[in-house]
DNA sequence: AAGAAAAGTTGAACCAATTCTAAAATTGAG
DNA sequence: CTCAATTTTAGAATTGGTTCAACTTTTCTT
C-alpha cells in the first residue's frame, strides 16, 4: 500500500516542515508568511490547509519532533543516572534545557506555547499536552529508578515530586524564553538552586 | 488639571473596558471583534486602538484589576496565617484559585496567559509579567513570615521556595484553565499533594 | 474672544490568515 | 486503457485586527 501517493504525500509533508523551519528561524513566525512557505515547499496555500489546520499545527509539528529527541535523549539518564539526587535531576534537567534551543528559536517556543495554550483543543494543543505528560513522567521515572537504588527514601510521592519539579522548570523555561537577553547557564543555575531544598528533603 | 480633556479620557477608558468585559464573557475573546466594542463603548475603532495599542492590552487590563484584587486579598493572609505550614499555603494558594473566575472566564485567561508569552514586550506582556513576579513575592513573603513565628526553619532558602510553589501553582492553573471540565477542588487538591513534601521539609 | 497649537477622533484602506470554488491532475481499479 | 474518485491547484472572496491621513475638539496664548 506504499503507492506514489504515499510518498508524494510524505514528500510534501517534509517540503512543507523544511520550508516552514527554513522561514521560522530566518522571518520569525508572525514574519513567515503561509504564501512565502507554500512558494518556498512548492505547493499551493490550499495544500498546506490540506496538510495542517493552521498555520500554529506547522509550527506545532516542528516543536514534537524537537521534544521528542529530548524525551529520547532523557531515557538514557533514567537508566542509568548520577550517583546523587541533585547531579541526577541537573543532568535531566540540562539536557532538557541544553537541547531546547537547537531547532527552535526562542521566537518559536513563545509562539507554539502561546498557541498551546490558546487553543488547547487543536491538534497541536493536544500534542503538546501530552508532550509535557511524558516529560513529567520521565522526571518521576528518574526520581523511582532513584528510589530503587536508595538514593531517594522510599515514602517519598514520587510521582507529584516530578510534577513539582516539571512545573517548576517549565515555568522557568517560559520566562527564559519571553526574554530574549535570559542564558542558559543562569536559568540552570535558579533552577538549581530552587531544587535544592527539595533535594535534601527526598535524599535517602 | 482636571479639565474637560481629562474627564473625557477616564471616561472613554472606562466604557471602552465596560464594553470589552461584557462582550468578552458574551461572546469569548475571538468572539468580540474590535468593531463590536467599539459601537457598544461608542466611540470609533480608532479611539480604541489610541487608548490601548492593540486587542491584547484591552483584555490585559481587565486582568489586571483582577489580579490585583487577588494580591490585596492576599495580603490579608501573609499578615496574620494560619498556625501551621500546610494551611498557610493551602489559604493563600486558595485565595488565589477561588478569585480567578470571578470576572474572567477560562477562555479569557487562555487568551491572556497566551498574549503574554506571546508578546512579552508589549505593555500587557510586561504588565503580567510583573504580576506573576508581585504574586511570587507573595509567596515568598509568607514564608518569610512564618519564619518569623518560627513555623519554618530559619535556615530554608525562603525566595527560593516561594519561586518553586508559585511556579508550580501557576503552571497547574494553565493546564486547569486549557480544561472546560476541571473543577477547582481537584485542582487545589492536587496542588496540596505536591507542595506536601516541601511543607514537611521546611516546617520548623 | 480670536487664532494657533496640541491632542484626540474618525473610518476607510490595508494586510495576512483562512475559506471556498471550480478546474486540472493524479491514481487505482476493472 | 478508461473512468471515477481523490487530491492538488490557483486564485478570488472573506474576515477581522491594525494603521493612517484628514478632520474635530480642546486648550493655550495674547
Known amino acids: 500500500m506504499s503507492g506514489l501517493r504515499e510518498r508524494q504525500k510524505a514528500d510534501r509533508h517534509r517540503r512543507i516542515i523544511d520550508a516552514a523551519t527554513a522561514l521560522f528561524r530566518e522571518a520569525g513566525y508572525e514574519g513567515a508568511k503561509i504564501e512565502a512557505i507554500a512558494?518556498?515547499?512548492?505547493?499551493?496555500?490550499?495544500?498546506?490547509?490540506?496538510?495542517?489546520?493552521?498555520?500554529?499545527?506547522?509550527?506545532?509539528?516542528?516543536?514534537?519532533?524537537?521534544?521528542?529527541?529530548?524525551?529520547?535523549?532523557?531515557?538514557?539518564?533514567?537508566?542509568?543516572?548520577p550517583a546523587n539526587v541533585g547531579d541526577a535531576l541537573d543532568t535531566l534537567i540540562g539536557i532538557y534545557i541544553e537541547h531546547s534551543l537547537n531547532?527552535?528559536?526562542?521566537?518559536?517556543?513563545?509562539?507554539?506555547?502561546?498557541?498551546?495554550?490558546?487553543?488547547?483543543?487543536?491538534?497541536?494543543?493536544?500534542?503538546?499536552?501530552?508532550?509535557?505528560?511524558?516529560?513529567?513522567?520521565?522526571?518521576?521515572?528518574?526520581?523511582?529508578?532513584?528510589?530503587?537504588i536508595d538514593l531517594v527514601r522510599p515514602d517519598i510521592d514520587g510521582p507529584a515530586v516530578g510534577e513539582l519539579i516539571f512545573n517548576n522548570m517549565n515555568m522557568m523555561f517560559i520566562e527564559f524564553v519571553k526574554r530574549d537577553e535570559a542564558r542558559i547557564p543562569e536559568l540552570r543555575a535558579a533552577i538549581r538552586r530552587q531544587n535544592r531544598v527539595l533535594v535534601a528533603a527526598i535524599g535517602a
Chains 1, 2 share one sequence.
Do not use: C, H
Open 103 to 148: 531547532y527552535l528559536s526562542k521566537e518559536m517556543w513563545r509562539q507554539a506555547m502561546a498557541i498551546s495554550t490558546q487553543l488547547p483543543d487543536s491538534p497541536f494543543g493536544q500534542v503538546y499536552t501530552a508532550l509535557d505528560r511524558e516529560l513529567t513522567s520521565q522526571i518521576s521515572a528518574l526520581i523511582a529508578r532513584l528510589q530503587e
Open 39 to 81: 512558494a518556498q515547499a512548492e505547493v499551493s496555500i490550499g495544500t498546506i490547509y490540506n496538510y495542517y489546520q493552521n498555520k500554529g499545527d506547522i509550527l506545532g509539528a516542528i516543536v514534537s519532533m524537537e521534544v521528542n529527541e529530548v524525551l529520547n535523549a532523557g531515557r538514557g539518564v533514567v537508566a542509568s543516572p
